[in-house]
């Protein structure tokens, strides 16, 4: 069966308009969507390296005041402790006659730093004593400070008042404090 010479042509334009469509949609298409993809990954790592050197930074600040901190304990006296630095400060506040209780306890950090905490109790206070206290014992250069305080008025006497307290530190693992 002989075709004619337009359905010849007819049937070349359609072998190659599907030739065509055959090369767009498995070669162009894909080739186009892979490109997509590979800017989208290459944005998203790029996002991902900047994070990372943001936290680079971050983790250079943070090991930067770590040895700060350890610098400023080393420069604290050996013997330090932190439930005999309190006495000391109430005793020479005259306020060691005020306080109900203390009780120390220690929280174990990462690495070799760790939080020391004695929690104190104060009764019938006045308020000039109590501030005297607390300019006392807030001491960066000892590396201590209050984490919590809860103040009440004194139900019993008038003009005085009862304290809660939780006063931190940091020491370094090994070295006995509290």
């Known amino acids: 069966m002989a075709l004619s010479k337009r359905d010849t042509t007819a049937l070349t334009i359609g072998a190659g308009l ?3 469509f055959i090369m767009v949609q498995f070669v162009v298409f894909p080739l186009v969507d892979k490109r997509k993809r590979l800017r989208k990954t290459i ?4 996002i991902a390296v900047q994070e990372m ?3 680079q930074t971050q983790y250079g600040q943070l090991n930067r005041q770590s040895h700060g901190l350890e610098k400023q304990l080393a420069q604290r006296a050996p013997d330090f402790s932190l439930f005999s630095f309190l006495e000391k400060m109430a005793t020479e ?3 060691k006659d005020h306080i109900t209780y203390m009780k120390p306890s220690t929280v174990t950090g990462e690495g070799n730093l ?3 905490m ?3 109790k104060l009764q019938v206070i006045g308020l000039q004593q109590l501030v ?6 807030e001491s ?12 009440q008025e004194n139900r019993k006497i008038k003009g005085t008042l009862d304290v809660i307290m939780q006063v931190i530190s940091i020491d370094q693992q090994g070295r006995k404090s509290g």
């Open 18 to 20: 599907l030739l065509l």
């Open 114 to 116: 760790r939080q020391v």
């Open 53 to 55: 050197r943001d936290m």
């Open 118 to 120: 004695v929690e104190m």
């Open 140 to 151: 960066p250069q000892n590396v201590v400070t209050i984490k919590r305080i809860s103040i």
């Open 93 to 95: 506040s005259k306020i």
């Open 43 to 46: 944005a998203s790592r790029r």
């Open 132 to 137: 005297t206290f607390l300019k006392r014992i």
